[in-house]
């Protein structure tokens, strides 16, 4: 069973909005970290956003003030909000989510939903 499940990537054009959601099937209490990376073609997977601890949210310096994460612990959700899109938005977004349990971290991830900011 997968863990986590993203939906709601597509094509947008420059300027535009798309919400991303991911379904966690793993107890969200148990979870440490919370969030969302990309990876862009002939490029390195690389942070988004991150709610840790339920108490500190990260963002990418390239997405501040236009994506917003967030978590709904009732519907076992993580979604991001993206708003006024960039063709340098263009990637394949994971959703992440991490446990700490004695010692180790164990990660989990989504198998990726395609976003594509193009006109």
């Known amino acids: 069973q997968e863990q986590l499940v993203e939906s709601g990537g597509g094509l947008v054009q420059p300027g535009g909005s798309l919400r991303l959601s991911c379904t966690v099937s793993?107890?969200?209490?148990?979870?440490?970290?919370m969030g969302w990376y990309r990876q862009a073609p002939g490029k390195e997977r690389e942070l988004v956003a991150s709610?840790?601890?339920?108490?500190?949210?990260i963002y990418a310096d390239s997405v501040k003030g236009r994506f917003t994460i967030s978590i709904d612990d009732a519907k076992n959700t993580i979604a991001l909000d993206m708003n006024s899109l960039k063709p340098e938005d263009t990637a394949v977004y994971y959703c992440h989510a991490d446990q700490l349990y004695l010692g180790r971290r164990i990660d989990y991830w989504g198998r990726g939903t395609q976003v594509t900011v193009s006109s």
């Open positions: 709610s840790i601890s339920g108490d500190r949210t």
């Open positions: 793993i107890s969200m209490h148990s979870l440490n970290a």
